[in-house]
DNA sequence: GTGGCTATTGACCAAACGGTCAATTTAAGA
DNA sequence: TCTTAAATTGACCGTTTGGTCAATAGCCAC
């Protein structure tokens, strides 16, 4: 057991961190001890707070970790290529649903994080920073698609429109993530194709995705 | 403090729930701590593990009880009244989102119970059952609403629209608490009301509510 | 009253927690 | 090589946790 401090620093905290990701994912943030991060990681647990100074700074970072490798909510070359927004919508969508039904274990992570939210202001408005950069993403798509079809959804506007995108996201990883027996994603993207795919005098289009 | 044993077994229980939910909804789950659920209620903390035996089993009946006085997703009069399914599900949908604002505390004990979920079993199955039953209330106005209109959402099941109109509520709820400031309820509404408000044939109808 | 049953309590316990600290090892600079 | 600053560790501490248990206080039948 000789080895020691080679490690310079900065990749220490990112080794620190990816042991406390797989601990959270594991047992949870509640159950999150800095014990066991300094077991999966393979150092001593003195070692963690002194990177980190307290617990409560390693839990908040590693809300900064999570969200930057997942990488929420990228507008690929896929989804920007269409040409019409209405297809474009339903390319992120498509997109947004799929990427999280294959990534359950974040959803957990992320109803934690929410719920810690309502009690530590650091970790509230970061998610808030989160949710908003989400809509945002969303809203613009959401302006040109009232833009193409102003009667399309009478009465509603590009923020109700965007917030209603992030709840189907939301609701369809809630819903994944609770009972995934009883959640099929394909009948769910279809009922929202049905309800978003009546066109304003086209018929008969689809989006293609792959 | 020669007070004891007066209260008869069931009130008893009562009391300490009570208490544990006061707990919880102040300081989380996660926080909740069998000696702090005592003190809250004004009895040693030997009593309430005499009572429920371990922690494990105090949380778990205090999901049943929260579900219970929650009384989720109760279809009223008002909803009923409606001839017409779109009206019938606008108004419920109106009365869900419109009762979850006014309970916001809910919410946070339902994120962290659904997080619980992914790792106790008992949990799971509990919230599970419940998203079932309230998927199920929906999907009879949604089977109705295809049966009105065929033509309405293609493509779309009664099961898929159920768990989207989940998926509006949640995400609602979800979004109201992590940034209350940045979410209308009214605008979201209208956003809502604006998706599914084409009329087969008709229009300038609305759904009347209080 | 009085005896017995049970709800209730305070004291106690082992484990685990977050956090501190002096002591050691390591890498790098002189 | 010697020095120096930083990284790393094991030992330790005070607190809190869930849980147990013998003792006790209240209530009912008699």
């Known amino acids: 057991m000789g080895k020691r401090k080679r490690i310079p620093e900065e990749a220490r905290r990112e080794q620190i961190l990816g042991a406390a990701f797989d601990v959270a994912c594991r047992a949870g943030i509640g159950r999150l001890t800095v014990r066991a991060v300094a077991a999966e990681a393979g150092v001593s647990h003195a070692l963690v707070l002194f990177h980190f100074g307290r617990k409560e700074r390693l839990v908040h970072d590693l ?12 507008i690929s ?10 297809d ?12 999280q039904s294959h990534q359950p274990e974040h ?11 309502t009690q530590h202001e650091e ?6 920073a ?4 989400y809509r945002e993403a969303f809203r613009g798509i959401m302006a040109d698609l009232i833009g193409e079809d102003p009667l399309l959804f009478p009465g509603a506007t590009a923020d109700g429109l ?3 995108a992030v709840s189907w996201i939301q609701g369809c990883a809630v819903q994944a993530l609770v009972a995934p027996d009883r959640f099929d994603t394909d009948t769910y993207l279809a009922a929202l194709r049905g309800m978003m795919g ?3 005098g086209e018929a008969g289009h689809h989006v293609e995705t792959s």
């Open 63 to 74: 809300l900064d970790w999570v969200l930057d490798i997942t990488s929420v909510l990228h």
């Open 77 to 86: 070359e896929d989804v920007a290529r269409f040409p019409r927004a209405r």
């Open 88 to 99: 474009r919508f339903h390319a992120l969508l498509e997109q947004e649903v799929t990427r």
């Open 107 to 117: 959803t957990r992570l992320f109803l934690e994080y929410w719920a810690l939210g």
């Open 123 to 128: 970790i509230r408005t970061r998610i808030a």
């Open 130 to 133: 989160e949710l908003e950069r």
């Open 162 to 164: 965007s917030a209603v």
């Open 198 to 200: 009546r066109p304003g």
